[in-house]
């Protein structure tokens, strides 16, 4: 985190430059008072006057310094949130697929989201905060020292309970943050998987389910933020004795000796005022070291995402695959693999999906459907066995190598604000408007573009608010079909459709030749015709496999899910 601060370092060089100003008028501001505390007892004509005029300037100086020191501090934090935030995110982005979905995407969401805000204002507007604090408690100090030596080994005797403090509970403090992010990333994933499946619990009419689950979790967060609350409360109470202590002592020995006759009243009044300012930065700066030690495995989280290699362990130099023809072939051979070693998805999976053909998947929910196609994507790799493109292992592929021969299509269309042109060709510029509008015509979306004003560039509000669920899933079908790629994966892209008018663009996406197309479906009905293959998958395993009518002969697997399934999707 460090590095942050070396970055603004000639900001931060000006916030002390300043601090030392300011607090410097501040001590003759105290001189000024004592001055005048001194012309009461011996009064001399002018003499106050001249002393409350040179109080007011000092004081406007003082106001105007503080002011700029605000402004400066206000400056820095912009600029190392900007840094940080940013940097945070293209960290995540430049990932590797493994190394990000490892954690998953609510991982990197709670950083962004929770953690980040309480490093800046935990750490390092604390930080900014203490260096102008040890300004002034150092100049405080040299002031004092100037009086006499003795009343500055005082006021430091007094001072040693709060040097100490800090480290009292210090590592409480730090387990207790580590325990309020860790909750904070829970949270933001439950709210996220409730806010997604708001359609699902409201046509169930389980709103009050859902409520209580989100009671409970908020509960669960909410609770550990108060035991950190109360842990740093008894933290300020340990910090108000020892500050208590050395303001009340170091001020019970200035009046001693005043009362003894050792110094004059006078001077009393300026080491009262600069005592006052030696306890009230040290207050700050006990409170600032309990936060910033409380950000410590916060920051560690943060810092160990920074510090990542970007790259996936497995990924080798830049390569290509060897291919005499656009599509390729994806095969499995004998691949094992399991989300952790009590879940085994895959069981010696082994299949090999030929080049330009087209393929259909069908298996009951968990079979592995998704699984393959993540270890297609690179997202995960085998326990054991080998996932290939063409001729060469996906595990030694980079993200960039596995983005250029695979699109895959979610059932959970994503687009984005912006210009339809900019949705379809990801800011792309070797795409003309003929090939967009190709593209958008074989997703059964061009008539409908033809008619905004803007045509292509009609813009798409943030989150495609102004567009319906199968808008946004043709455009982005519009858009894999823009980007040509060697090999289609498609995970119920027409889910959000109508029967016939995904029976229409499913028509358009296996007619593309020259492309391998692997879909998962679920729906049993007359478009599962339109395949090459049929691939049935039971417990991780391909059990048969072939052409409809084959299959349909074969009175397997597929036969019995047709005749439980296929009248009734039919009928619909």
């Not at 043709?474 to 109508?498: F, N, P, W, Y």
């Not at 409809?548 to 036969?559: K, P, Q, S, T």
Request: with cysteine; aromatic share 10%; charged share 25%.
């Amino acid at each position: 985190m460090e590095r942050y601060l070396i970055n603004n370092k000639k900001t931060i060089v000006l916030y002390s430059l300043l601090a030392v100003v300011a607090y410097a008028f501040l001590t003759l501001l105290y001189q000024c008072y004592a001055w005048i505390t001194d012309t009461i007892g011996s009064p001399v004509e002018g003499k106050a006057e001249r002393i409350t005029i040179a109080s007011i300037v000092i004081l406007i100086v003082l106001l105007v310094c503080l002011n700029i020191l605000a402004v400066v501090k206000r400056t820095i934090l912009y600029e190392i949130c900007r840094q940080f935030r940013s940097d945070v995110l293209s960290k995540a982005y430049q990932l590797g697929y493994v190394r990000y979905h490892l954690k998953g995407k609510e991982y990197y969401e709670s950083i962004l989201l929770n953690d980040i805000q309480t490093i800046e204002e935990d750490y390092f507007s604390n930080v900014i905060e203490f260096l102008g604090d040890s300004v002034q408690l150092v100049i405080m100090l040299a002031a004092i020292g100037m009086v006499g030596v003795p009343y500055l080994l005082v006021v430091l005797v007094f001072a040693i309970p709060s040097v100490i403090h800090p480290f009292l509970l210090r590592k409480k403090l730090e387990k207790r943050a580590l325990l309020v992010s860790e909750e904070k990333e829970d949270y933001t994933k439950e709210t996220d998987d409730l806010l997604r499946a708001f359609e699902l619990y409201k046509s169930a009419g389980k709103e009050q389910v859902m409520a209580a689950g989100f009671q409970q979790r908020v509960g669960k967060l909410e609770a550990s933020k108060l035991a950190q609350k109360n842990l740093r409360t008894w933290n300020s109470c340990l910090m108000a004795l020892c500050v208590y202590l050395l303001k009340a002592g170091s001020q019970m020995f200035f009046t001693y000796h005043a009362v003894r006759g050792v110094i004059a009243v006078a001077t009393v009044s300026l080491l009262f005022g600069l005592a006052n300012n030696v306890g009230n930065p040290v207050a700050a700066l006990l409170g600032y070291l309990g936060a910033i030690n409380g950000t410590k495995e916060v920051r560690k989280k943060c810092w160990e995402l920074l510090g990542e290699d970007a790259k996936d362990q497995f990924e080798s130099e830049d390569q290509d695959i060897d291919q005499s023809e656009k599509a390729v072939s994806v095969s499995f051979d004998k691949v094992q693999f399991g989300y952790s070693k009590e879940k085994q998805i895959l069981n010696g999976f082994t299949f090999c999906f030929e080049r330009g053909k087209k393929y259909a998947l069908y298996g009951a929910s968990g079979c592995g459907k998704s699984t393959v196609f993540r270890l297609i994507k690179g997202y995960c790799t085998p326990d054991s066995g080998h996932v290939m493109i063409g001729q060469t292992d996906v595990s030694t592929m980079k993200p960039d190598m596995i983005n250029r021969y695979i699109t895959y299509i979610s059932q959970v269309p994503f687009v984005f604000a912006g210009t339809i042109r900019e949705n379809l060709a990801m800011f792309r510029e070797d795409h003309s408007d003929q090939e967009m509008m190709d593209a958008l015509e074989a997703a059964g979306l061009a008539d409908l573009i033809r008619s905004f004003p803007g045509k292509l560039d009609e813009e798409i509000k943030e989150g495609g608010k102004n567009f319906s669920g199968g808008e946004k899933q043709r455009i982005t079908i519009a858009r894999a079909l823009l980007h040509k790629s060697a090999v289609l994966l498609v995970d119920e892209g027409t889910s959000a459709l109508d029967n016939e008018t995904a029976y229409q663009i499913e028509q358009n996406l296996l007619s593309q030749e020259g492309r391998t197309v692997i879909s998962i479906n679920h729906r049993v009905n007359d478009s599962v015709r339109l395949y090459d293959e049929i691939v049935m998958i039971q417990d991780g395993r391909v059990v048969e496999h072939g052409p409809y009518e084959l299959l349909m002969e074969a009175r397997g697997a597929f036969y019995k899910m047709w005749m439980e399934g296929g009248a009734k999707d039919n009928e619909a």
